[in-house]
């Protein structure tokens, strides 16, 4: 079993600037890729960013160029650097780490973290 703890949210004015991370537990088992989803009441959760352990980044349209999601492998550990923060950004947060094993995907999400944007 993997453990995913986020930790960094909070209440910021727009424009501002949050930095998110997260640690998955199991530094024995390599994870493929993390990456970062947010969630607001009565809508789907959605991608922010993500990153394999190749370094491979993808990033939704709307936080491209402000959001930078960046990982230390060894550590089992990744970050969202979030800038220009503007009001549409508030959510919940969720941290995602990956196992691919074979032909199945373990999937292991963090109990997420609220970012708030004031305008």
């Known amino acids: 079993q993997v453990q995913v703890v986020e930790s960094g949210g909070g209440l910021v004015q727009a424009g501002g600037s949050l930095r998110l991370s997260c640690a998955a537990s199991?530094?024995?088992?390599?994870?493929?890729?993390m990456g970062w989803y947010r969630q607001t009441p009565g809508k789907q959760r959605e991608l922010v960013a993500t990153i394999t352990s190749g370094g491979s980044t993808n990033y939704a349209d709307s936080v491209k160029g402000r959001f930078t999601i960046s990982r230390d492998n060894a550590k089992n550990t990744v970050y969202l650097q979030m800038n220009s923060l503007k009001p549409e950004d508030t959510a919940d947060y969720y941290c995602n780490a990956r196992r691919i094993y074979g032909n199945t995907i373990y999937d292991y999400w963090g109990q997420g973290t609220q970012v708030t944007v004031s305008s």
């Open positions: 199991r530094s024995d088992l390599s994870i493929d890729a």
